[in-house]
């Protein structure tokens, strides 16, 4: 099977190249090893649209991060995602230390973000009263912003899909090898072989959006190797009730190994402390760990006037690809071979920008032609939580389903659930249906809606209910019972 280009990585940078070159006329596949989009660093991450005042400036990292941060208001409008603008918070809590916060607000400057100030004390607390009262000021980004990462990266994904995009699911790369044109002597490049569990696939060129396997890729294709470290945060999810205890997404000082433990609320209204920082050679371990935790918790209290523990409704942990030259590679690196690799914080940020940056970067190279017929627009599943009386109304008129409640914690329908099934790129799995309508997301996670999850899944995929798994295919809930 011959492509123009194969993406290595359903992520949300994999997902914003894939949406970016449906614009042309090529033939694209996405190949994924888990079992959906957004399975990897994309799920498990702050979900914010950073400023861009962190970054050193003339870096990747800060280029890309500020022009994602400029488009991600208008994508959440033509792709309909959650998205809020709130503003970030970096607290400073001695007055040596307010020079520390002058330098980061001229980075930012230089780095092209606007509207950044310093705050008093007084002006902090008016701002957030539930701060802790020993900062002493604090930077202030205006155009700081909180997204749904699982709403963005399947919103790009499902355009990407519905204008022509191939994806293929639970299918991991095991080698790229470069070809040869036979027609030339000169041994030039043409192309590779992208093989996998159970195929062969030869494409004209490779987008490398592995996540933290990236090095893995461009070690096999490149002379000048890259090692990528993955870098475990640790995150606390706590209830509705305390999801306003602060407005903005409230940081410290940065430090050598990020921007630390922040304390910001989430698009859907829950409140979200984390990441730890600890690097492991196990790029698979996405495991909690009560130190971690702990960290969280304690390092949270010292941003804010108490940390509600008796609300946390969940904790998990994801994996960030940190690079040792500590920047984005983002770019063509090998004749055909195309790459964003090491995309760590911001990378959720930034992505919108690496996609149309590397899109464009393929699309000339092939002399690729736009489509007259893309498909800009999206429209994501409607809500039943979010509606109004009358819209639910007209839902439930239109489709009964609407009107059989599943998930009581998010007030998640029949209906919701039945869609997220059926639309482009539909959820195979619980944690595909949780993702897409947030089914088990919250109180009392899953605890009473997932049986009825797991017979909707097999009732509209046709399969046995023994078949339905969390999120792969070694993550089943049921088996069937064997007679003695």
Avoid: W
């Amino acid at each position: 099977m011959n492509y123009d280009c194969v993406i290595i990585g359903a992520g949300v940078v994999g997902s914003s190249i894939a949406r970016e070159l449906s614009r042309y006329d090529l033939k694209v596949l996405v190949l994924e090893k888990a079992s959906d989009v957004c399975e990897g660093t994309s799920k498990a991450n702050s979900g914010i649209v950073h400023a861009g005042f962190d970054a050193k400036p003339g870096t990747k990292k800060a280029y890309f991060n500020v022009l994602g941060s400029k488009k991600m208001e208008a994508l959440s409008q033509e792709l309909d995602f959650p998205y809020k603008r709130n503003g970030s918070i970096v607290l400073c809590f001695n007055e040596e230390e307010i020079p520390k916060l002058e330098e980061l607000k001229a980075r930012g400057e230089k780095n092209g973000v606007v509207g950044i100030t310093i705050l008093t004390k007084d002006k902090l607390l008016e701002k957030e009263p539930n701060i802790n009262k020993d900062a002493v000021a604090a930077l202030f980004a205006p155009t700081g912003a909180i997204v749904c990462p699982f709403g963005l990266t399947i919103a790009m994904a499902e355009n990407a899909a519905v204008n022509g995009v191939e994806f293929k699911f639970n299918e991991a790369v095991k080698e790229i090898r470069p070809l040869t044109s036979k027609q030339s002597d000169t041994g030039e490049v043409r192309g590779f072989e992208i093989i996998t569990d159970t195929c062969t696939y030869t494409a004209e060129t490779v987008v490398n959006a592995a996540g933290v396997y990236s090095d893995t890729f461009h070690n096999m294709i490149c002379e000048d190797k890259i090692k990528i470290t993955a870098r475990k945060g640790e995150y606390q999810l706590f209830d509705k009730k305390v999801g306003n205890m602060v407005s903005s997404t409230v940081f410290r000082l940065p430090g050598p190994l990020g921007k630390g433990v922040l304390v910001t609320p989430t698009v859907h209204g829950n409140l979200l402390m984390g990441p730890t920082a600890l690097d492991t050679d196990d790029k698979e371990d996405v495991s909690t760990t009560g130190k971690g935790l702990a960290e969280v918790s304690d390092k949270a209290a010292e941003s804010i006037i108490s940390v509600p523990g008796k609300f946390v409704i969940t904790s998990f942990a994801g994996l960030r690809a940190h690079s040792d030259a500590d920047d984005f590679l983002v770019g063509k690196t090998a004749e055909g071979f195309y790459e964003a690799a090491g995309i760590e914080s911001p990378g959720l940020s930034a992505a919108p920008a690496i996609g149309e940056y590397l899109a464009n970067m393929i699309a000339y190279d092939l002399h690729a032609v736009k489509k007259a017929d893309f498909k800009a627009k999206r429209v994501g599943i409607k809500s039943m939580a979010l509606s109004s009386a009358e819209e639910k109304a007209e839902l439930i008129k239109k489709n009964p389903l609407y009107g059989n409640v599943i998930c009581r914690c998010e007030l998640v329908t029949e209906g919701e659930i039945v869609d997220a099934i059926k639309r482009p790129l539909g959820a195979r799995t619980v944690d595909g249906i949780k993702r897409r309508v947030r089914a088990g997301m919250g109180r009392c996670q899953a605890g009473f809606c997932l049986p009825r999850t797991i017979e909707i899944l097999a009732r509209e995929l046709e399969v046995d209910v023994n078949d339905i798994t969390k999120r792969n295919p070694d993550s089943k809930y049921t088996y069937p019972h064997k007679d003695k």
